[in-house]
Every structure is written in C-alpha cells, then in structure tokens.
C-alpha cells in the first residue's frame, strides 16, 4: 500500500472515529490500539521471498567465511531491504500521526471535561 493509501485510510477513520458533539464522548486512545497491532503494520511488508533471500545470503556468507572471503549481499536482497525499510518509515510515520492525533482528542477531551466540571466551594 502506498503512503497516499496510507494517509486518506488514516484520515478517513480518524473523520469517522471523531464524536459528533454527543454527551458520551468515546476514549480518543481506544481506537488506536488495533491499528498499532504488529501484524497489521508489518502486513505485505515482508514476504516469503524474502525470507528465502535473507538465508540463502546467510548460507553464503557462512561458506564465504569459512574460505576466508566476504560474500557481498546479492543486489536483489538490496532492493527488497530498501523498500521493506521504505514503507516500514511510511507505516511508522502513520502511526506516528495517529497517536499524536489520538493524544490530542484526549487532551482536548480533558482540558473541555476539567472546563466544565464544578468548582468545589471553598470552605
């Protein structure tokens, strides 16, 4: 998925998760957990070709080692790790703004309940 997916995906449950001026305001940190969820940001990211490169390098590099020689990581496997480390940075980017959005609901949803709470009479 590309980070232009990302983005309106992310904008679009934050417009739907957002409270519609009710009384009973949700707990803006509930929604963010699942999203967050290793599995789901690590989803398509890492497939099983990619396991086979990482270890059929690894076998080569152990032969290599054994000769004496380095085995230089093979040009495929460059290109998988940069684009895995490439949307791995959009993916935490994400979740980056979602948290601080969340924690801004929260502080808002607080700063507005201390707002319009009693104040206590001194006594």
């Known amino acids: 998925m590309r980070l232009a997916s990302l983005i ?3 904008a679009l449950g934050l ?17 963010i957990e699942p999203l967050l969820n290793p599995e789901v940001l690590l989803q398509g990211v890492v497939r099983e070709q990619d396991v086979s490169l990482l270890f059929a390098h690894l076998r080569a590099a152990l032969l ?8 230089p990581p093979p040009e495929e496997l460059n290109r998988r790790l940069e684009a895995i480390s490439g949307e791995l940075k959009a993916r935490g980017a994400i979740a980056g703004l979602l948290l601080l959005a969340a ?3 929260a502080a808002r949803q607080a700063l507005s309940e201390a707002l319009t709470e009693p104040v206590p009479a001194a006594r």
Do not use: C, M, W
């Open 8 to 10: 309106t995906v992310v």
């Open 15 to 31: 417009v739907t998760a957002a409270p519609a001026g009710a009384e009973h305001r949700p707990d803006p940190l509930a929604g």
């Open 64 to 71: 290599a080692s054994y000769q004496g020689r380095e085995a």
């Open 103 to 105: 924690f801004e609901a």
